[in-house]
């Protein structure tokens, strides 16, 4: 085994042991076992098995999926636990992002001024940003959730799709805020030292010569472990607060608003709490995403890309149920990026329908998921994974 | 008794102390408010035009325009607002249609003879033979996606929220539909045609074809009024709107008045999309842009009330166009997004809604 193939393994070796935590049967702690022995084969034998390009490729895509996976998770804060249907998600999501870049680059100074412009810039480190973007986005969700949550279902749609709009196009247009409609370009990534040439000056010989093999281009399998550190962080805090009794709370306001408002419950101040809830981790997630493709301008948070695609992840794993919202965005993601390979492929049968064809087949790609949307809609709306109503453990089984 | 009269006096200074806060909040939230606060929002659009140096000819010009796009909203809003009243779901994919109709023309138009152009406007018989074509066509589909997708949901009596994403579903498959046949570069009708303004009266500048617009939405929407208030059909629709399970009990066809909305939805989306596309560009997004303020229109104007969704329609053309002679044009859906928002605020059953839930 190479030295490089070994310091690769040994960062894939985290987010599997916690993939393996997800996924295992069991109780918890033969469970930690399980995926610690789990993970370090895989760790190992992945990087032998696969070749280089297509195991970074993988990782890649894990990144990507994990990321939307936070989305989902927090979509499904949103409608899973208290029936929002908030069709905005990429308004959040924008938010977290770009706050994020303005609270962690550097302002643009000297000629560069010229080209670039920003409201500010802090230089605050990474994890300042991601929960700076996870408040401002939180705080846009309190203050459009007071005029809107009252309202029905189907206005709080239309109203928060609106919402993205607004959003989109105020990064779009201002010039001073974000640099809009040109990219946010060079936004820091976390602790990127550890794969430059001369590696940051704090680190112990040892890891140094352990990660010399490696080289800027493999960021990504240390941006992965961030990832699904934050994917778990979120994941876990789910679960818990879905077993709260406030997460009880909500699921009370969801089925019967009625006959919790009769129990006592504020429904408004409730339905408001997940709103914000929700928002702030789609502004964690977006402060992700800005940190890993560096560059963010305002078309990167379309309706299609960051509202339609998580809702058709949560609908697919299963509203509700957190570990579907983390399957359905791997599953849709995964369609969605080989979807591009097979379309590929078929070029040459594209070429021979119309010469047009092959440089539009992106929206090949739209049109599969709007059908596998139509598809759920129509024959498994709850999804993969149902709800586990269950929520408390001293319920009787079998329900 | 006397330990009764103490909390019976105590709930009666509490009612009265809610009387005089309900009363304000019953004022503020009453159709008159809403429609003043409307009027004060465009009044409030003017003074900043003006303080922004455009000139009372400018504004004037603005508000014409408004109109005329508040002409070509209130043709996709019609659509939409009776989507809304009989089959009671938001419906994503109704700015999905426009686009449709706007290229479904396009493509009919070019394998139409080109006719000779109807001075003063700069166009000739054949968009016109393609705007009635398309109308047809784009109901076609309509009903398609109405026999695949949504009926099956309403068989089994699907949450709103289902039939919303099914709409959702359907608007990307159109979109995307739309982006492979015609790809995503912007089309013209009549490319590199000069279209010249007109000079009205008053300094107004206004091009023949925005008047066309206008007229042609007018007539359109006056046939669907009749349509609605003197056939059999259009009986049918509003009582399915009112009461659906009343209306099939009184021996009405749900099934058919459905598919007659679709038809009706559709073939005016489609005569907005072919004017929206002749008064600017067509564009893959260009319904998606007039779904907001077509959405906002229709709520405005009370959803399922046809004639609300007109003059909120006209009310969100003129705020849109006004607003750009102080905020950036692109701000435009933003505008109708305010709107919407004052408008559910203060009253959600909107100008001419059937009051209370």
């Known amino acids: ?399 | 008794m006397s330990t009764q009269d103490t909390p019976d006096d105590a709930v009666g200074r509490r009612r009265d102390d809610r009387t005089a806060r309900e009363r304000i909040g019953a004022a503020l939230r009453s159709r008159t408010a809403l429609g003043v606060a409307l009027l004060l929002t465009l009044v409030a659009f003017w003074i900043l035009g003006q303080r922004n140096g455009a000139s009372l000819s400018d504004l004037l010009s603005l508000t014409v325009w408004g109109v005329m796009l508040g002409g070509i909203i209130s043709l996709g809003a019609i659509g939409l607002t009776l989507v809304y009243g009989v089959l009671k779901f938001p419906n994503f994919a109704h700015g999905a249609l426009v686009t449709l109709g706007a290229y479904g023309a396009f493509t009919i138009a070019s394998f139409l003879p080109q006719g000779p152009i109807l001075l003063p406007f700069s166009f000739g018989w054949e968009l016109i033979a393609a705007m009635v074509l398309a109308m047809p066509a784009v109901s076609l589909v309509a009903l398609v996606v109405d026999r695949v997708l949504f009926r099956p949901l309403r068989r089994r009596d699907a949450s709103l929220v289902l039939l919303a994403m099914a709409s959702l579903a359907a608007a990307f498959f159109l979109r995307s539909s739309i982006y492979l046949i015609w790809g995503p570069d912007f089309l013209f009708y009549y490319p590199g045609r000069a279209n010249p303004a007109l000079q009205l009266p008053l300094d107004i500048r206004v091009q023949a074809d925005q008047i066309f617009v206008f007229v042609l939405a007018v007539i359109l929407v006056a046939l669907t009024w009749l349509l609605l208030e003197r056939t059999r059909m259009g009986k049918a629709m509003r009582a399915t709107a009112n009461n659906p399970d009343l209306a099939q009990v009184r021996g009405i066809n749900t099934e058919r008045v459905i598919a007659w909305t679709w038809v009706l939805g559709a073939s005016l989306a489609a005569a907005g999309g072919v004017m929206y596309g002749l008064a600017s560009q067509l564009r893959p997004e260009m319904g998606f842009w007039l779904l907001l303020p077509m959405f906002a229109a229709a709520i405005m104007g009370g959803l399922g009330n046809p004639l609300g969704a007109i003059v909120g329609a006209v009310i969100i053309g003129i705020a849109q166009q006004v607003s750009s002679s102080f905020i950036n044009p692109a701000y435009g859906p933003g505008v109708a997004f305010v709107l919407l928002v004052i408008v559910l605020v203060l009253q959600p059953q909107g100008l001419f809604g059937k009051g209370g839930e």
């Open chain 1, 1 to 399: 085994m190479e030295p490089v193939d070994l310091a690769r393994a040994s960062f894939l070796f985290f987010p599997l042991a916690l993939l393996g935590m997800l996924v295992l049967p069991g109780r918890p702690a033969l469970r930690l076992l399980l995926a610690v022995v789990a993970a370090a084969i895989v760790a190992v034998v992945l990087p032998i098995w696969l070749p280089r390009g297509i195991l970074t490729y993988l990782v890649s895509f894990s990144t990507m999926a994990g990321i939307y996976a936070i989305l989902s998770l927090g979509l499904n804060s949103q409608w899973g636990l208290t029936g929002h249907v908030n069709f905005g998600v990429a308004g959040f999501f924008a938010v977290g992002a770009f706050t994020s870049a303005l609270f962690t680059t550097k302002m643009p100074e000297g000629a560069l001024a010229a080209y670039s412009q920003q409201a500010f810039g802090l230089e605050w480190p990474f994890l300042a940003g991601v929960v700076m973007a996870g408040i401002v986005a939180a705080i846009v969700g309190f203050l459009i959730s007071i005029p809107v949550l009252r309202l029905r279902t189907d206005f709080l749609a239309i109203a928060t799709l609106g919402i993205a709009e607004v959003i989109r196009f105020i990064f779009q247009n201002e010039r001073w805020l974000a640099n809009g409609p040109q990219p946010m370009r060079g936004i820091p990534r976390p602790l990127d030292c550890l794969f430059a040439d001369p590696a940051c000056s704090w680190l112990p010989q040892g890891v140094v010569n352990w990660l010399a093999p490696l080289s800027p281009r493999d960021y990504v399998f240390f941006y992965l472990i961030v990832v699904a550190l934050v994917l778990t962080v979120v994941y876990l805090a789910l679960e818990r607060i879905s077993r709260s009794p406030w997460g009880r709370m909500q699921r009370a306001v969801r089925d019967e608003e009625n006959s919790a408002a009769m129990n006592g419950k504020n429904v408004t101040a409730r339905r408001i709490e997940s709103f914000v809830v929700g928002s702030f981790i789609m502004g964690v997630a977006g402060a992700i995403y800005a940190h890993y493709v560096v560059s963010i301008d305002y078309s990167h948070f379309n309706p299609l890309f960051a509202t339609f695609i998580v809702w058709v992840m949560l609908m697919l794993g299963g509203s509700g149920n957190n570990k579907g919202a983390i399957l359905g965005a791997f599953a849709v993601w995964g369609v969605w990026s080989g979807a591009a390979f097979v379309i590929d492929m078929a070029s040459p049968a594209l070429q021979a329908i119309s010469p047009d064809l092959p440089s539009r087949g992106a929206y090949l790609r739209w049109m599969l998921v709007a059908i596998l949307l139509a598809g759920i809609v129509l024959f498994r709306p709850q999804g993969i994974l149902r709800e586990r109503k269950k929520v408390s453990d001293f319920m009787p089984k079998g329900d």
